[in-house]
């Protein structure tokens, strides 16, 4: 499968943004879909998680209350709503997928978007 991510832009602390990634190439509703980003210096870190049916979510604790992961099979898109955005949260963000047979925390992503560059301006 195919991903490209987009989305990324420069915002204020406490400001918003969408990231979307839109899915080709192999049915969509196969693959659950994480959010990773990693900023300079730093590792790559999972930001959220997805089922392939939308019903689980997972978070990492910095985000939770703030970004909302969400998908739209009909699209094949998968979005992360960043709200109450922190300078902390400044990095390249990717969407990967992983397939549906492993549960989310597997940690099985093997297809991955180029990045969408974010920066959180103090």
């Known amino acids: 499968v195919q991903l490209q991510a987009s989305g990324g832009g420069l915002v204020q602390a406490g400001g918003s943004l969408r990231l979307s990634c839109a899915a080709s190439?192999?049915?969509?509703?196969?693959?659950?879909m994480g959010w990773f980003r990693q900023a300079p210096g730093k590792e790559r870190e999972s930001v959220a998680a997805?089922?392939?049916?939308?019903?689980?979510?997972v978070y990492a604790d910095s985000v939770k209350g703030r970004f909302t992961i969400s998908r739209d099979n009909a699209k094949n898109t998968v979005y992360l709503q960043m709200n109450s955005l922190k300078p902390d949260d400044t990095a390249v963000y990717y969407c990967?997928?992983?397939?549906?047979?492993?549960?989310?925390?597997?940690?099985?992503?093997?297809?991955w978007g180029q990045g969408t560059q974010v920066t959180v301006s103090s």
């Open positions: 990967a997928a992983a397939a549906r047979v492993y549960p989310l925390g597997a940690n099985k992503y093997n297809y």
């Open positions: 997805i089922r392939w049916d939308g019903g689980s979510t």
């Open positions: 190439g192999r049915t969509f509703n196969n693959y659950n």
